[in-house]
Nanobody, 124 residues
Framework: QVQLVESGGGSVQAGGSLKLSCARS????????MGWFRQAPGKEREGVAT???????KYATSIKGRFTISQNNANNILYLQMNNLKPEDTAMYYC??????????????????WGQGTQVTVSS
């Protein structure tokens, strides 16, 4: 069983920055592939970034160079640093986890555990 709790969302102006966090509570020792996803109103959920347990990251083309995924394995916290935010980044952002050391399919992989989401709103 894995529980994921996101935080750090909010409202910013275009060009601003936010840092999202995801606290992972686990009850069995395992390695996890972690990811960030987002869903805007009226749109399908899309992958943002994933990170292997060893720190190797993959990014969606739309955010590459602006967002950085990272993690603190000691504290089981996942981060998403978002810089140069644009209005089109407005969405509910979700943290996701899947057992396994690697994320072989990146944002196109299957994730079994999801958080409740944190809202990010970017105004122009």
């Amino acid at each position: 069983q894995v529980q994921l709790v996101e935080s750090g969302g909010g409202s910013v102006q275009a060009g601003g920055s936010l840092k999202l966090s995801c606290a992972r509570s686990v009850y069995t020792y395992s390695s996890y592939c972690m990811g960030w996803f987002r869903q805007a109103p009226g749109k399908e959920r899309e992958g943002v970034a994933t990170i292997d347990s060893d720190g190797s990251a993959k990014y969606a083309t739309s955010i590459k160079g602006r967002f950085t995924i990272s993690q603190n394995n000691a504290n089981n916290i996942l981060y998403l640093q978002m810089n140069n935010l644009k209005p089109e980044d407005t969405a509910m952002y979700y943290c996701a986890a899947q057992e396994g050391r690697y994320c072989p399919f990146g944002i196109w992989g299957s994730f079994g555990y999801w958080g409740q989401g944190t809202q990010v709103t970017v105004s122009s």
